[in-house]
């Protein structure tokens, strides 16, 4: 069975820090984009950022650019979302997912097969 599991959310306050982690099994995803994508109460999910399958390149959403930075190791089967200067804006729920059918990143929602379960972000003010 194929699963994604997130950790490292929680709360914190503004301006602070922190890392999220992305663990994949069941497979590898050595050769897949893979992405992070959030959701905020009572809005679509949108995208956060991307990285390709080695790590060369990546993109952001621009409310994060320059705060956020998405990495990977794939001898760990690990992807990372680091974040930065946290707003209360960044409020949500953080997924990661993976698309074997993209060897560069994407920012695409539907081009994404599997997906983590999500973990709780809160910034206060």
């Known amino acids: 069975q194929v699963q994604l599991v997130e950790s490292g959310g929680g709360l914190v306050q503004n301006g602070a820090s922190l890392r999220l982690s992305c663990v994949a099994s069941?497979?590898?995803?050595?050769?897949?984009?893979m992405g992070w994508f959030r959701q905020a109460p009572g809005k679509e999910r949108m995208f956060v950022g991307t990285?390709?399958?080695?790590?060369?390149?990546?993109t952001y959403a621009d409310s994060v650019k320059g705060r956020f930075t998405v990495s990977r190791d794939n001898a760990k089967n690990t992807v990372y979302l680091q974040m930065k200067a946290l707003r209360p804006e960044d409020t949500a729920v953080y997924y990661c997912?993976?698309?074997?059918?993209?060897?560069?990143?994407?920012?695409?929602?539907?081009?994404?097969?599997?997906w983590g379960q999500g973990t709780q972000v809160t910034v206060s003010s």
């Open positions: 997912a993976a698309s074997p059918r993209h060897f560069t990143g994407t920012s695409y929602y539907a081009d994404y097969d599997y």
């Open positions: 990285i390709s399958w080695n790590g060369g390149s990546t």
């Open positions: 069941g497979r590898t995803f050595n050769d897949a984009a």
